[in-house]
């Protein structure tokens, strides 16, 4: 595949009041910085004149030693820090770190800690501890590169700084079109589409199902057999998102319109989603087996083009052809209906917080940031991404196109051998990721070309956030905890009671589902993160 578009596709409140004599958590957690003793040069190479030493904890993949990769050699020549790195197991990354907090052992520098291991819930947590180092006073001085885009998007700042008004952790921010995909989209069989001579795809939910139908009667797969099954999915876990907003939810959970919170599994619009994906169930334009089946079942109902609509990253995850192929098969573009008059599609930040923090023992948080902070610019990114010349890459005899070394055409696997040269390879790394130029110069762009040209029409110049990224406090995060989990739980069994009958889905039934969830705590839940928003709104 043409990596310029998805080069990184793989990688793809207030707090508690305090005591009458105490500092407040942000003047506590600034007493609590480091203070470097280590002159560092603000601009060029190297960071420092004179070698130092940091600890440094990342996920490790297996593939490569961290301090045995090229890269890791190569910029600890041009700095002058040597990063003493240890590389936990990807799978128990998130074990040794908090063993780390708990202990007080922390390495100077963790690496690609989020969003999932140091999440936004830690941020807060070991940031009021004075575990890690506040930075949103260095960044201007020793991260001009990471500055210049939070000045360019106010959004990054909003999005990293915590309820005690500190800044824990810098994000890894991804540009690109799938980079606001929330995942992958839905996609419509386009051999089906050309044989009913379908030339516009649906607008509004009526047409839709209109066109379902056809898909189920009209032999769109041309084998004689009334064996298509117009939608398909694993347990409504990815067309659920994509076919809500049609009904005036942009997305799962907590959603914002016009600065107000709601739920959107409570929200009149639900009711309207549950209503026509039972229709469509009970009707057999739905697979009847949606709730039973496997991700292997469904592709291979795909493989045996079987499937009219389905959700996945590339179309032709599920139908086994080729990306000439897949060029052929339209995405989902958004409907309305009486709940949503105006197309709108759910997309996501781009921001991936947690990256990269110091913690507060590091003996240079400014020698780190300047360690970090190239890494924020395209070429910084080539580098980091590809690694240094001669490992991974060479140049051609005049110099005007990167290709592959031999080592790396020799290896097993071109692409992983990339993650025995760099760490930019598997992990969510702290970085301004870009779409960069394929190693070997022009190939063929037309799959990536169609997925740009299909993001922005069908759902860049439709979408909006769903809910920004913000933080709570401790209290609110253990809160929220609990809540979300029973709601959720509730729900998947009520969306696929109400879905396939089993439940009748009227007035009284409706009522109770209504009054369970907020007995569970649904409209608690809109009150924390009501109270998040307006605390995000308010970053300046």
């Known amino acids: 595949m043409n990596k310029k578009i998805f080069l990184t596709a793989a990688m793809a409140l207030s707090l508690a009041a305090c005591g009458n004599n105490a500092d407040s958590p942000k003047d506590e957690a600034a007493n609590n910085a480091p203070k470097s003793s280590v002159e560092v040069n603000k601009e060029g190479y190297p960071i420092v004149d004179e070698k130092i030493t940091m600890t440094m904890v990342a996920p490790g993949l297996g593939i490569n030693e961290w301090n045995d990769m090229d890269f890791i050699k190569d910029y600890e020549e041009k700095t002058n820090v040597h990063m003493d790195i240890t590389t936990p197991p990807q799978s128990e990354f998130k074990t040794k770190l908090n063993l780390d907090f708990a202990s007080g052992d922390i390495p100077d520098v963790i690496y690609a800690g989020g969003p999932n291991t140091l999440n936004a819930a830690a941020e807060v947590d070991y940031g009021s501890q004075g575990l890690l180092a506040p930075l949103e006073d260095l960044i201007p001085e020793y991260a001009p590169n990471f500055n210049k885009l939070m000045e360019e998007n106010p959004e990054i700042k909003k999005s990293i700084t915590t309820t005690d008004g500190h800044i824990y952790a810098i994000p890894h921010i991804n540009e690109g079109p799938t980079s606001k995909w929330i995942m992958g989209p839905v ?71 016009d600065d107000e919170v709601s739920y959107s599994f409570t929200d009149p619009g639900f009711r309207g989603y549950l209503e026509f994906m039972h229709k469509l169930y009970a009707e057999g334009l739905i697979d009847q087996e949606i709730f039973s089946q496997s991700k292997e079942q469904l592709q291979a109902k795909g493989q045996d083009d079987r499937l009219g609509v389905f959700q996945e990253w590339f179309s032709y995850f599920i139908t086994g052809r080729d990306e000439s192929e897949a060029i052929n098969d339209p995405m989902f573009a958004p409907l309305t209906s009486e709940y949503q008059k105006d197309p709108v599609m759910p997309i996501v930040t781009g921001i991936k917080r947690g990256s990269f923090a110091i913690s507060s023992k590091n003996p240079s948080p400014e020698a780190a940031l300047r360690w970090i902070d190239t890494f924020y610019t395209k070429d910084g990114f080539d580098y980091l991404y590809y690694g240094p010349e001669g490992s991974y890459w060479v140049w051609n005899d005049d110099k005007t196109i990167k290709e592959y070394s031999d080592a790396a055409k020799n290896s097993d696997d071109v692409e992983k051998y990339r993650g025995y040269v760099t760490p930019a390879y598997g992990i969510t790394v702290p970085a301004y990721s870009v779409p960069l130029d394929p190693i070997g110069g022009e190939t063929d762009s037309s799959f990536n070309d169609f997925i740009e040209k299909e993001t922005e029409e069908k759902i860049l110049n439709n979408g909006e956030i769903i809910f ?4 709570l406090t401790n209290e609110e995060n253990e809160e929220v905890s609990d809540i979300t989990v029973e709601l959720e739980t509730y729900m998947k069994e009520n969306e696929a009671q109400f879905i396939n009958g089993s439940k009748e889905l009227n007035d009284q039934t409706w009522q109770e589902y209504l009054d369970t969830m907020n007995k569970i705590g649904a409209e608690r839940l809109i009150e924390i993160y009501q109270a998040a928003y307006d605390r995000w709104k308010a970053i300046e």
């Open 468 to 471: 920004p990224l913000t933080y």
């Open 187 to 257: 996609w419509y069989n386009g051999e089906w589409l050309d044989n009913l001579g379908v030339k516009d795809l649906p607008k509004t939910t009526d047409e839709f199902y209109d066109l379902m139908v056809r898909f189920k009667n009209e032999d769109p797969n041309g084998n004689g057999e009334a064996d298509e099954i117009p939608i398909s999915d694993v347990n409504f876990g990815g067309i659920r998102h994509w076919f809500m907003p049609a009904f005036g939810l942009k997305g799962w959970g907590v959603q914002v319109n």
